[in-house]
């Protein structure tokens, strides 16, 4: 599975936008891009996915580039909920697991 | 509720004796998986199942061993845990196997092998 560049932290405002960037320049033409998150003492939750067009569901939306080589998350308006680690992950079409990398602390201030 | 189901949540044991950690799914799904999260090291696979009577080993399956006797059912049995092997587990689901499926996960089983 190709790997992918996501920063270690940020910060947001509760109720504003949050733009998660991730990178993934080895990216192959058959890998999903997937996000997942994970709120304190809790398991990963599965937020989004997408192949090559943008996306949205009633969590978030992923805005994939034109290459593919780099994606966005985007929380519309964030809430306290939201503070989590968010996981930006790519999966083969064949294959059977998430590879997590360290992924991006969202810390969401009142 | 759909969901994915662990016991125990949390588990205090001894070095070598032996330990099941359930997990359960309500989805009819075919895939299930094990992940075990440790801090610096994120989560790694231990073991997965395509399906019934199908398990093979993920990145860290040392020590592990699984079970699918039944769709829903994917036990997690540490024959003789030691002490690294405390760790935080979850079992995660999905319908198939492929990487367009989203994955269900557990609420983690936190355990600690003195």
């Known amino acids: 599975d190709a790997k992918t560049t996501q920063p270690n932290s940020m910060e947001s405002n509760e109720e504003e936008p949050v733009h998660l960037p991730c990178n993934h320049s080895?990216?192959?033409?058959?890998?999903?891009i997937h996000w997942y998150r994970q709120l304190p003492s809790q398991g990963p939750e599965y937020v989004i996915h997408?192949?090559?067009s943008n996306v949205n569901n009633r969590m978030a939306s992923l805005a994939i580039a034109e290459d593919r080589k780099s994606s966005t998350l985007i929380l519309h308006r964030a809430t306290l909920r939201d503070a989590a680690v968010y996981y930006c992950i790519l999966r083969d079409e064949s294959s059977y697991k998430l590879i997590f990398g360290s992924g991006t602390r969202l810390l969401v201030r009142p | 509720e759909a969901q994915v189901t662990q016991n125990p949540r949390y588990l205090i044991t001894v070095t070598g004796k032996k330990l099941t950690v359930t997990c359960s799914q309500n989805m009819n799904h075919e895939y299930m998986s094990w992940y075990r999260q440790d801090p610096g090291l994120g989560l790694r696979q231990i073991y997965y199942?395509?399906?019934?009577?199908?398990?093979d080993k993920g990145d860290v399956p040392e020590g592990y061993k699984v079970s699918r006797k039944e769709k829903r059912n994917f036990p997690l049995i540490l024959e003789s845990p030691s002490p690294n092997q405390t760790s935080l587990y979850f079992c995660?689901?999905?319908?198939?196997?492929?990487?367009?499926?989203?994955?269900?996960f557990g609420p983690g089983t936190r355990l600690t092998v003195l």
């Open positions: 997408g192949l090559t």
């Open positions: 995660a689901s999905s319908l198939l196997a492929g990487g367009y499926n989203e994955q269900f």
């Open positions: 080895t990216i192959s033409g058959t890998d999903y």
């Open positions: 199942s395509m399906n019934v009577e199908v398990t």
